[in-house]
């Protein structure tokens, strides 16, 4: 349910492509500016251990650390002969090519200078450092060459390399354009992949830089360091030390000697070339993760998508860098980022707007539901909700939504509803659709109860439209509740508003006052409408209504006033009074030998009053009248939602004499358990299945079957509101007792019906 009617609250969020559109721009503009790349190091960093592996072994640094300065006395840089023998050593060993990542660039001791000459001579596999003119981002200010009388006896190669913020390196040339050619950088020289100066690759800083073979300067000038270390290798030679000025941060492993840098660029080029795919790629993938999302009409699992797109953002390129596959992430999140967020803040935004039991959007979603301005309002109100809510537990009240909604989505499955507290279910519609029509149709399907956990529960229910109009939705809503409520009051089953009821609202806030003050000027009287027995076409009795005739609004229309009274528990004084005036009116008329019944309203919040049945007793006595001649009219819902304390005083009120009637039968919870417990001695059956029945054959079968069952309890059975005679035949052909309705004679005074009495006893002697 939740998932079908809660389509319009995303109606009232931002339309998607919108949203969409902004987050792809933020994206691209976070990429392009490079603001992620704290966090993208971070993250490279994070994913490196998980394809953490050790290095190849044929390239072996030796270290300029503290022990072989210890050694030479000083820090570098050395006196060149420390160089020479170095040179010497390696190549004695077997080294295979010798790089130095150290500075020879100006002159210094003659003899000095001249042994490393004469060292580089008989190696011929020395390449010596070089660095190139400084460009943008790229250590270094102008080009530096080693002394001429040492570049021509050995190779050279490029050191320049890019660092950022962390003083670390995640980017190496190829190689750096000089004043006479392109000079390949140590890491190309040592991977022997070479490339042109106008390229860079990723550092592959998932090769554990402790695990390259290593060995300590001091030792090699010592001649104490084993042979096979470095025979048949390549052997870099660089400073480790702070002192030698030359340290860089690692990342994963922290500060550690630029020698270290270019060792773990070659083996990067040793495992490959290395493919820079940038942030572009899966800043796409993201952006189509979030448009899958976004226009994914189905709520369910979005922030479940996200969650696991993110995840793959996050870990999947760990796959790809293991094979030298390198992506940017940070801008991909951004978007996974900001989508999730907006997903969070319309789920948090959607739980105010949704009603915690059945999941349907509340009241507070209609009013902020857009493009509803020329559409019609449609409420229905379940009358007897509150009641029946509080005797279900919360799973099965959510059936009872369930099975509301369903009856309601007929003819139109794809529509909205909107609930309130208290059985308050709303919809637009367009308002060119004929109302009457569906909404007559929806109340039909309401006369059959539904069944919650295989109980059987009846609805009432009552319909109020409000066309569109350019009030606001709060507005609109009230008036089309109003409509609602004056429907049931009126006994329809809907009713447009009727906006001339605004202007009314001061008087009905007033009404309840002027009441009881009516009933003691005398505007309040009884009419009496007669009843007549089917079998003898006579009139056996009749139901006294109350009437009030305003001195300045004229006649007062009962549903109004008698609902604001019970309402407000401010029926009592009008019921003593018509108790009065209708049992003074029975014995008048019951003089002699006739025989006629006399019937009253009774609300049921005056079934608590314990004085009740003391009250009229007492005016049985003073009017003289039989109890037998009275009988009390309580509508079905209110007899059945009695208590046990309401049933006792019904009892009391039969064992005084008198008859109790179930009114409005059939629009209540009534099942054969109940009818059983209420001491009634008749039953009224509702004028909306009386009106119905010669058309329709449900209601016919309605009507049937509630005569055949009164009977079968012992119960006399009246049908109110028959207007025709075809009605009239039906129902004496279907056994019904009594009669009741415009064909039987309409609300009269107490001295028309005398006179239609006494005109029908003239008649008979006759």
Request: glycine share 8%.
């Amino acid at each position: 349910m939740r998932d079908v009617h809660t389509r319009d609250l995303d109606r009232t969020a931002p339309k998607p492509w919108r949203t969409l559109l902004w987050i792809a721009i933020a994206g691209l503009i976070f990429g392009a500016l490079g603001l992620g790349e704290i966090g993208e190091d971070v993250l490279r960093t994070g994913r490196n251990s998980l394809h953490w592996h050790k290095a190849s072994g044929d390239i072996v640094v030796v270290k300029m650390d503290d022990a072989s300065n210890r050694f030479v006395g000083r820090v570098p840089p050395w006196p060149r002969r420390y160089y020479a023998k170095l040179t010497d050593e390696l190549t004695r060993a077997g080294a295979k090519r010798i790089f130095f990542d150290v500075k020879f660039y100006g002159a210094t001791d003659p003899t000095d200078d001249r042994m490393f000459t004469e060292s580089l001579t008989r190696s011929g596999r020395v390449t010596l450092a070089v660095r190139g003119p400084s460009r943008t981002n790229f250590e270094g200010e102008s080009e530096e060459l080693p002394l001429p009388a040492f570049a021509s006896h050995a190779h050279l190669g490029s050191i320049n390399w890019f660092y950022n913020y962390q003083n670390a390196v995640w980017q190496l040339p190829y190689a750096t354009s000089t004043s006479k050619a392109p000079l390949p950088s140590f890491s190309a020289l040592l991977s022997d992949r070479a490339g042109p100066p106008t390229r860079s690759f990723t550092v592959d800083y998932s090769v554990d830089p402790q695990s390259i073979p290593s060995v300590s300067a001091g030792a090699v000038l010592a001649s104490r360091f084993p042979a096979e270390v470095v025979r048949g290798k390549d052997v870099i030679v660089g400073t480790t030390t702070d002192a030698g000025g030359d340290m860089y941060f690692v990342p994963g492993v922290g500060q550690m000697g630029g020698v270290f840098i270019h060792a773990l660029g070659a083996e990067t080029l040793k495992a490959g070339r290395p493919i820079d795919l940038g942030w572009l790629p899966l800043l796409l993938a993201s952006i189509a993760s979030a448009a899958f999302v976004l226009f994914r009409r189905v709520d369910q699992h979005k922030l479940l998508l996200m969650g696991i797109a993110a995840i793959a953002t996050l870990v999947g390129p760990a796959a790809l860098e293991a094979r030298l596959i390198f992506v940017d992430v940070t801008p991909a999140l951004l978007v996974l980022a900001a989508t999730s967020a907006l997903l969070l803040r319309g789920r948090f935004r959607k739980r105010g707007l949704i009603d915690p039991v059945s999941g349907l959007p509340n009241l507070t979603a209609l009013k902020s539901a857009r493009g509803t301005r020329d559409k019609a309002l449609i409420v229905a109100r379940i009358l007897n909700y509150a009641e029946i809510a509080a005797t279900l537990p919360t799973s099965s009240e959510r059936q009872l939504v369930e099975q509301i909604v369903s009856r309601l989505s007929v003819g139109a499955r794809d529509r909205t509803f909107y609930q309130g507290d208290d059985g308050i279910f709303a919809w637009f519609d367009e308002p060119g659709k004929p109302f009457g029509h569906h909404l007559e149709a929806l109340h039909a399907l309401f006369r059959t109860p539904v069944r919650v956990n295989g109980m059987a529960i009846d609805l009432s229910i009552s319909f109020g439209v409000e066309i569109g109009s350019g009030r606001s939705i709060a507005n609109r809503l009230g008036s089309a509740l109003l409509a609602a409520e004056q429907a049931a009051h009126d006994g329809l089953k809907w009713k447009y508003h009727d906006p001339d009821s605004l202007q009314d609202a001061s008087w009905k806030l007033s009404m309840l006052s002027q009441l009881d003050d009516a009933v003691d000027r005398g505007e309040v009287w009884a009419a009496y409408q007669p009843k007549v027995d089917l079998k003898t076409r006579k009139i056996v009795g009749a139901e006294a209504l109350a009437r009030w005739t305003h001195p300045e609004k004229g006649p007062i229309a009962a549903a109004e006033f008698i609902a604001a009274a019970e309402q407000n528990d401010r029926i009592g004084k009008l019921t003593a009074f018509m108790l009065d005036g209708a049992i003074s009116a029975a014995a008048t008329l019951n003089k002699g030998d006739h025989h006629f019944d006399m019937s009253v309203n009774l609300s049921g919040r005056l079934l608590s009053d314990k004085a009740l049945v003391g009250r009229i007793a007492i005016l049985l006595e003073r009017h003289g009248l039989d109890p037998r001649h009275l009988t009390l009219e309580l509508t079905e819902t209110a007899a059945l939602a009695g208590s046990g304390e309401a049933l006792e005083m019904l009892t009391q009120l039969r064992e005084l004499g008198l008859n109790i009637s179930i009114d409005d039968y059939g629009t209540g919870l009534s099942t054969l358990e109940y009818l059983k417990k209420i001491p009634a001695s008749e039953i009224k059956i509702d004028q909306s299945f009386i009106k119905g029945m010669v058309d329709n054959r449900s209601e016919k079968l309605m009507v049937s079957s509630t005569i055949a069952l009164a009977h079968s309890l012992g119960r006399q059975v009246v049908a109110e509101g028959v207007e025709t005679r075809e009605a009239l035949e039906l129902l004496a052909e279907l056994e019904c007792d009594i009669a009741q309705g415009y064909i039987t004679g309409r609300p009269m005074s107490l001295e028309s019906l005398r006179r239609r009495l006494a005109s029908e006893r003239r008649s008979k002697v006759a």
